[in-house]
């Protein structure tokens, strides 16, 4: 009995600590996450340009998207396309989201954005589903301390499970 309840208890303090499970709701980040999909999160990862990550916002709701600027970054977005510090960003889990643009007479994935430098503390970020996606352009720059986690693993699907790039 024993070994279950210590058991028991290092899984909550992990859970409260380091990992927290979440489910993915909304079209703002696909193809690369679908509807209901799960996912595993670390609360103690070092959050850098390109990851993606669930935050809270005002409305009490958890968005995830992906980081695209940090502190000191200037990000803009250019004839469609990303840039961030004046250099274009390259970006291959935008592919599929591009070609059903493309499809779609939308000729570019995200309306202009001009130039803006990510202050101190926060985080630029935005949805790979551009077309669909409230993020940075719309809610601002994201505080640190808004940030739940890091995504690292993908549970369901099945097909997809294992460590998320």
Request: aromatic residues 10%.
């Amino acid at each position: 009995m024993k070994v279950i309840l210590i058991v028991a208890l290092v899984l909550l303090v992990a859970r409260q600590f380091i990992y927290e499970p979440v489910e993915v709701h909304g079209k703002s980040m696909m193809p690369t996450f679908e509807e209901n999909d799960r996912i595993i999160l670390m609360k103690i990862s070092e959050i850098e340009p390109f990851d993606m990550i669930v935050f809270k916002v005002a409305d009490e709701k958890n968005y995830l998207k992906r980081v695209i600027g940090i502190a000191g970054d200037t990000v803009e977005i250019a004839e469609g396309t990303l840039q961030i510090n004046g250099v274009a960003a390259e970006e291959p889990y935008l592919k599929n989201n591009r070609l059903l643009a493309s499809q779609g007479d939308y000729g570019q994935m995200a309306e202009d954005f001009p130039a803006i430098t990510v202050p101190a503390g926060y985080y630029f970020v935005l949805g790979d589903n551009r077309l669909n996606s409230v993020d940075s352009r719309m809610i601002g720059f994201i505080k640190k301390e808004d940030v739940i986690g890091e995504v690292m693993f993908r549970l369901s699907p099945a097909k997809q499970f294992g460590p998320v790039e």
